[in-house]
């Protein structure tokens, strides 16, 4: 398996284009400490996910940072994407491993202890809890799993999957990064929280920093 430093995910979603160009965006959150980056889509044709995903690839080229695409193995193999993130209704991780190759970079969603049960004998390099609070930014018919939820689920997955790194997505504010990453998590995904600040560089930055913080009052 493949090392993620997740304590940074930035996620560029197709929603943002009103902001700038989404490989503009991917750029200044790799520049400013985000330690990876996810290309999410959920209404564009095949081709343009490809067009667009190639660009963020080569935008990122030379950074460090890694990018991968939410949901679509095919589109992560045709841009050469460094993987995917995948969740329970999308291809099994098992396949998505056959076909990406084993230095691919196979993210999961966990919403529940079945999904984590899933994960835990999955072929994943990371995992992502949530949404842990209310957000805005996508339409979620699922409950927020809230604190409580966040760190019964990652208690677990310590324990089976000790070397697994598990961030914790939805309604992330700054103020609430100390009690997400005390509640287990490595780190935190995020969307409007960087990408519809006033200053994307400084909320990066200011977010990537309040993550560092708050493992180092853990360890």
Not at 76 to 103: E, I, P
Request: net charge negative; with cysteine.
């Amino acid at each position: 398996m493949t090392k993620i430093d997740y304590r940074l995910n930035a996620i560029v979603d197709a929603s943002l284009t009103d902001v700038a160009p989404l490989s503009e965006l991917a750029a200044v959150a790799a520049r400013h400490g985000a330690t990876i980056i996810q290309y999410r889509d959920k209404a564009s044709s095949t081709r343009q996910m490809i067009e667009q995903a190639v660009t963020i690839v080569e935008t990122l080229r030379g950074t460090g940072v890694p990018l991968v695409i939410n949901d679509r193995v095919d589109v992560a193999l045709a841009s050469g994407a460094d993987g995917v993130h995948l969740g329970a209704d999308d291809m099994d991780a098992t396949t998505a491993r056959q076909l990406l190759g084993q230095n691919a970079i196979i993210g999961l969603t966990v919403k529940s202890m079945t999904d984590a049960r899933q994960v835990a004998e999955a072929p994943a390099d990371y995992a992502c809890i949530g949404g842990v609070f209310e957000t805005t930014s996508k339409l979620n018919p699922d409950s927020p799993v809230g604190l409580e939820g966040l760190g019964r689920l990652r208690d677990f997955l310590r324990k089976e999957r000790p070397d697994l790194p598990v961030g914790a997505i939805a309604g992330i504010t700054i103020a609430r990064v100390p009690d997400v990453i005390a509640a287990g998590a490595d780190g935190v995904a995020l969307i409007s929280g960087l990408f519809r600040a006033v200053d994307i560089a400084a909320a990066t930055d200011d977010f990537r920093k309040a993550v560092d913080n708050a493992v180092g009052a853990r360890s």
